[in-house]
């Protein structure tokens, strides 16, 4: 399997810092296949009242600056695992991002 989709249904995730364009390590930004540029955007995430945990997810953009702790709505989150010269993880990656609407 090539990514695993994230039911989000069950968690709350707020942004804790600044949007930034992804970058090569020469500088150009980066994008995802349909060419848009992605943007790294940090987040708080937390399960079912669980300790919270720090994520970063690429979202292709254009994505706004929000303000921190702003609770937001991920759509089409996936994770996706790596392998690259003897080290390995896995990324989050998202359609979309919103802020949640107030009630």
Do not use: C, Y
């Not at 090569?24 to 945990?53: C, I, M, Y």
Request: avoid cysteine; charge should be positive.
């Amino acid at each position: 399997m090539k990514f695993i989709p994230v039911d989000t249904s069950r968690i709350t995730i707020h942004t804790i810092g600044a949007v930034a364009p992804v970058m090569t390590p020469d500088g150009q930004a980066k994008t995802d296949r349909a060419g848009r540029p992605l943007f790294s955007v940090p987040l708080l995430v937390v399960a079912d009242g669980a300790t919270g945990e720090t994520v970063t997810v690429k979202v292709p953009g254009p994505v706004s600056q929000l303000a921190p702790m702003t609770p937001v709505r991920l759509n089409g989150l996936v994770a996706r695992s790596w392998a690259f010269d003897g080290r390995s993880g896995v990324a989050l990656t998202a359609d979309s991002i919103a802020p949640v609407a107030s009630k």
